[in-house]
């Protein structure tokens, strides 16, 4: 793989990483407005969980190219 490649490839990866903390932010102020409403957000945690899994795999990639 050219260097190129890998500079648009990592680049890539960075946006992805930034999109999901911002999805996971809203996800945390919604789970919060829900438990304040009283709502059970067991289903809701578990997927915020899962969402930080995928970012965080996604958030190392970086550190694989480099590496």
Do not use: C
């Amino acid at each position: 793989m050219d260097h190129d490649t890998l500079l648009r490839d990592l680049a890539m990866v960075e946006r992805h990483v930034a999109l999901g903390a911002g999805h996971v932010a809203k996800q945390e102020a919604m789970i919060a407005g829900l438990e304040r409403k009283g709502h059970d957000t067991v289903n809701a945690r578990t997927f915020l969980t899962t969402l930080r899994e995928w970012i965080g795999a996604d958030a190392r990639l970086p550190a694989l190219y480099s590496g």
